[in-house]
């Protein structure tokens, strides 16, 4: 397939979920299409005076049943009334994907899929049906895509990277309310032990004295009474001095003014979590698109100083040595100047060579 700049595109998605990608993308789209509609849940915190770009968008109560299934029968009438020849599902796993690619699946429409979680692949009956009808998946770091061509060969896989900020974002940023005498640590991410490893930090900072000018941010809230009984022991243990949290909703501004504001983007990924071997190889954190975004440097278990991406402008650590590590950075503030400026290696970040990405990605 090639098109012409005159066809238009869907970008779909039917959680409340990854929608931090969803600016980037329309960046990116606007620069292909004639015309980009963006169908989103009701329930999404995607903000819309944050795109840039021209983009028509809709929101729907997909949670209903009624109203998406009345959504995906109508569908065909309106990719055919507004000339849309390309849809991107923007989470294409789920029995909302499966339902959507059902419908279409001898339709003449072209259906990527951005795949969060490629372990799906194995042995999910859902994605196999869901995969019948996807002309290309999407991941979202070429460590991804490796480990999908060595173990998932049948598919055809790209990745790309959806890790700008744009103008609408930019403006409301303001690079004077940073405090050049605090080094911020961001954990960006929803507080939920299965994916992070909070109680290791915990220890890390009752156990130690930890340097007056490091301070952590766990920019997320608690999801389970195991998030919460994070937050009481910061509380009790009188730790609020080093770590802030949040007990309410996060505003999108808000959540991109505080990993702006911050210096260094941990994920807390470690051995023995539920995820870890999935964060390596599999999927990526959330936490790693702020980071290449924002051009922050990471703070990475030890295993991860593999992957091409994070060499050079990550802080590795293991469990023994974390501690040396944050003395470290904050004795010397310069050597985060330097991870900052490594970033300028990576072109693939670069916005003009991402569209070219894109466009290749989907002529292929």
């Known amino acids: 397939m090639s098109f012409e700049k005159s066809q238009n595109i869907a970008l779909i998605e039917f959680s409340e979920r990854q929608h931090d990608i969803i600016y980037p993308q329309i960046l990116l789209l606007n620069n292909l299409f004639e015309n980009v509609f963006l169908w989103i849940n009701t329930k999404t915190a995607l903000d819309e005076s944050l795109i840039e770009g021209k983009v028509c968008i809709q929101k729907v109560d997909f949670y209903n049943r009624k109203i998406r299934l009345n959504f995906i029968r109508n569908f065909n009438n309106i990719s055919e009334k507004y000339n849309i020849n390309n849809v991107i599902l923007n989470n294409a796993q789920g029995i909302f994907a499966r339902d959507f690619i059902l419908k279409f699946l001898f339709r003449k429409i072209n259906i990527y899929g951005i795949l969060h979680d490629t372990d799906k692949l194995k042995n999910s009956f859902t994605q196999k049906l869901i995969s019948l009808k996807i002309k290309k998946y999407f991941v979202l770091n070429d460590f991804v895509k490796d480990y999908c061509n060595k173990n998932f060969k049948n598919y055809k896989i790209e990745s790309i990277y959806p890790c700008f900020i744009n103008k609408k974002i930019r403006e409301f940023l303001n690079e004077d309310s940073i405090n050049s005498d605090i080094i911020t640590i961001c954990?960006?991410?929803?507080?939920?032990?299965?994916?992070?490893?909070?109680?290791?930090?915990?220890?890390?900072?009752?156990?130690?004295?930890?340097?007056e000018n490091i301070k952590f941010i766990f920019l997320g809230t608690a999801v389970d009474d195991k998030g919460f009984e994070i937050i009481n022991y910061i509380k009790r243990n009188n730790l609020e001095n080093k770590i802030r949290t949040f007990s309410k909703f996060i505003p999108e501004k808000l959540y991109y003014k505080t990993i702006f504001e911050s210096d260094i983007i941990a994920t807390l990924i470690h051995p023995g979590l539920r995820y870890y071997t999935s964060y390596k190889e599999a999927k990526i954190s959330g936490a790693y698109l702020s980071a290449l975004s924002f051009k922050k440097p990471l703070l990475l278990y030890e295993d991860f100083n593999k992957i091409e991406d994070f060499k050079e402008v990550s802080f590795f650590y293991n469990k023994n040595n974390f501690i040396d590590i944050i003395n470290q950075i904050a004795q010397n503030k310069e050597i985060i100047s330097i991870k900052e400026k490594a970033y300028l290696k990576l072109h693939k970040l670069d916005l003009n060579y991402q569209i070219m990405n894109l466009k290749r990605a989907l002529n292929c």
């Open 187 to 211: 954990i960006p991410g929803e507080i939920d032990q299965n994916r992070r490893d909070y109680k290791f930090l915990l220890n890390i900072i009752s156990k130690n004295e930890i340097p």
